[in-house]
């Protein structure tokens, strides 16, 4: 029987290994992991490359796994926000490596590693300096970069309901980079607020077949990133 | 062709074989023809999540008559029916599924397999003919694991299993293993390796019938299958 | 006011022109905008290009439209059908250009255009006669084919609810190209079963944001095509 | 800066100002900061569609406080609603309406603009600075009409239209129109030219705070922006 429910978070991660490649959903804490991220400082997995949208704020979820000093390098395409102290300490200090992505060539680059497309052509970014070393070619007289697919080990998700099958959806734009990811990577692992039988979710509302999922572990009440930054929390 | 010793395996007996190489929790897809019998003999106790490249994950055998909806069917554009926990999706999305690796088995049929694993299974070439290629060159490229069922020679008796495929290509170096009327052919990097031969046909009579060197497995083995008349009644 | 709701088939296609790009929707007649097609026929544009997976059956909808001598070429992958005959007929006599696609390269083509990405990369087709004359690339080890994006001037399609923004759902595997040839034309023609009032789809349900749909016309109880080649219909 | 004919437009009235440029129907992307108040002077009887990056089309003004939720933030990742008729879809479909050229508007501040409508909007390039981009390039690569509201100069007082861009660019080429603290100025073949004045700011003035040459439309005519202190009442 197909069943790909685990029953906790340290059963979902625990074959993380180390230098692994892991995509973390969010876009800052909207549908940001933030179990499974915190779950994956418990497990210990060092020298990661960790491509998510931002790098977390306060000293929780993704700041928290960069400054536990997990991450080797971050990909990213905003790494900076109104709290986020951990990383941009660590960058200055030449400790963790960045590569800058353009927000929507970084979806593109995650859904195309995930649909089997190797390389894509784009106009975002070119003739700027994030084009640099980059190839370009024009096609019908405009210039555009071509941009590589990113896949990964791991993905790291936030859903809302999620069944046997890995069939997941979403809450709201908490669905941001979860989708996309889920395809990119070799084992994508979504923490849901509920389980529910197969079937419940119509098949017309899926938006994350099981294909793409590997792991489902049911988180009911996830924590807000921001509450427990006002709570004063740093975790671990 | 009455001669069981002659024709070897029935449609139904290689499908069977087939089936019996499918892993519980597999996503397969399956061709037109003889591979779409494979479901039927996918063992017990192993759950199949079936994929079909217009759009459903999770479908489930044909309806009962009357109950045909012309938008739940399958590549074939057969009717089918859902299983719980199935899903809808684009067809952008189906064919990220089949490109992208995700999909573990596609079981198909092909009018050649050759030693170095090509596979030519949309076209003969012939002038005149409408060129038509479907899904078959995103599945061929895309899945995982690309096995072949299908008759041994052609209906007049021309081998498909070639050193080199003569009709147009539909991916280079793609099969693993091929189950024919005369048993299960593994493609090796030396070409073809018979691993398993239909009872009762000689392993010269399979050569015969072959364009390519084949090689036999140390450990070869009758096919396991049911007699053709037992396992056509599940069909 | 946003409304693009129309009140009949022919307000739909009054400015398709002559020589114009369509891409059609339906795998075989599933999901085929057959009313649509059929209007296309009496609104009169010629020499069009038309992309659509299949090129129709009997002597309605798209074998309708190719009989009437309306289409130039088509780009499709499968051309042929048990019951087609009128392609056939004018690609043997030359009357009519093929370019033939593989479906997964069609549609991604299709969603390329959709998404402003120019071109891409796919392993579909390599060491094939389809990818004779087309660049081919290596990366990581392995060839693959450059393929161009697909935009057009109309998309005419088949979905099941749609509201005056052109949000739209579908039905079954009835969706197929739907919602990527919505994306990838200027203007893309939806018939729907039913209209329903903005809000009614559920934001976590809309499969096409209206944002990529140009107009909206009920259809309430389409014709299928199979049931109209039963009667013995040919169109007109 | 309390005299009216130095200071120009306030933040308010170069919202209302470009607001007026955005048609019925039209599809609108706005930048976090002066941009974001741009809804708030949509004329009555057009029906704008807000898109957000971050995966949201139809999003409506900020809730009633303990209305908020997490996951209903637009791109800047302040709380907003929904309107009927909206739709939640991931981030590469969000970005294919943009970078697509489905996005009719884009309204967003700059730190310079050139004459030639370069854009630089994200990073002054200065060393120890933290590189940040988010959706900048992607939005001004994409979207159709690429406009801009920003002070006419910086707080230090240095021009932010300019000849060439010191700043690392966001996308070159691609801006249309610039509204600011003194006027509004199309991006022409030949360079800014200044189609609409602050009420009592002299062209002179508006040249003496602008690095690159200036025309000035024959019809020039002053914004018709309200009182700022009617307009300010809005937000």
Chains 1, 3 share one sequence.
């Not at chain 1, 400082?41 to 990661?48: N, T, V, Y």
Request: charged share 20%; proline share 7%; hydrophobic share 45%.
């Amino acid at each position: 029987m197909m069943d790909k429910r685990v029953p906790d978070v340290p059963a979902a991660l625990a074959d993380v290994q180390d230098g692994a490649m892991v995509l973390i959903g969010g876009f800052g804490e909207s549908g940001s992991p933030i179990e499974l991220i915190h779950g994956l400082i418990d497990q210990g997995a060092r020298g990661l490359t960790v491509v998510s949208n931002n790098t977390g704020n306060g000293e929780v979820g993704l700041a928290a796994l960069i400054k536990a000093g997990r991450v080797a390098k971050m990909v990213c395409s905003y790494p900076r926000s109104s709290n986020s102290k951990v990383f941009p300490e660590l960058y200055r200090k030449g400790e963790i490596e960045l590569e800058l992505v353009p927000q929507g060539t970084l979806a593109e680059r995650i859904r195309a590693g995930g649909a089997g497309v190797p390389a894509f052509y784009t106009p975002t970014g070119a003739g700027t300096v994030l084009a640099e070393g980059k190839e370009t070619r024009d096609f019908d007289g405009r210039t555009y970069v071509m941009e590589r697919a990113i896949r990964a080990d791991f993905a790291l998700v936030r859903a809302e309901l999620g069944d046997r099958f890995g069939n997941l959806t979403f809450n709201k734009a908490g669905r941001n980079f979860g989708p996309v990811m889920c395809m990119a990577a070799k084992t994508a692992i979504a923490q849901v607020r509920r389980f529910v039988p197969a079937g419940e979710i119509d098949p017309e509302h899926v938006v994350t077949p099981g294909i793409f999922v590997g792991r489902v572990v049911e988180v009911p009440e996830p924590a807000q990133e921001s509450a427990l930054i006002e709570q004063g929390v740093s975790y671990p | 062709m009455s001669d069981k010793t002659r024709t070897g395996l029935s449609r139904a007996q290689m499908a069977w074989r087939a089936a019996q190489d499918i892993p519980d929790g597999a996503y397969v897809n399956l061709g037109i023809g003889i591979p779409e019998l494979v479901a039927d003999y996918v063992p017990a106790g192993r759950e199949v999540v079936y994929h079909t490249e217009n759009g459903i994950l999770g479908f489930g055998p044909a309806p009962e008559p009357g109950q045909e909806d012309p938008d739940l069917i399958n590549a074939g554009k057969k009717p089918v029916t859902l299983l719980p926990g199935a899903a809808f999706f684009h067809h952008a999305d189906s064919f990220a599924m089949i490109r992208g690796g995700h999909i573990d088995y596609c079981i198909l049929g092909a009018m050649q397999v050759a030693a170095n694993g090509d596979i030519a299974n949309w076209s003969t070439g012939a002038a005149g003919a409408i060129p038509a290629v479907g899904g078959a060159m995103d599945l061929v490229a895309g899945v995982r694991n690309v096995l072949v069922i299908t008759e041994h020679t052609t209906r007049e008796g021309e081998p498909k299993l070639m050193e080199r495929c003569s009709y147009p290509l539909t991916a280079p170096g793609v099969v693993k293993r091929v189950f024919t009327t005369f048993g299960v052919f593994d493609v090796t990097a030396s070409g073809f390796l018979l691993q398993e031969i239909a009872p009762g046909v000689p392993v010269e009579q399979v050569r015969a019938a072959t364009a390519a060197p084949l090689a036999v497995a140390d450990s070869l083995k009758e096919v396991a299958a049911p007699q053709p008349e037992k396992a056509a009644a599940h069909v």
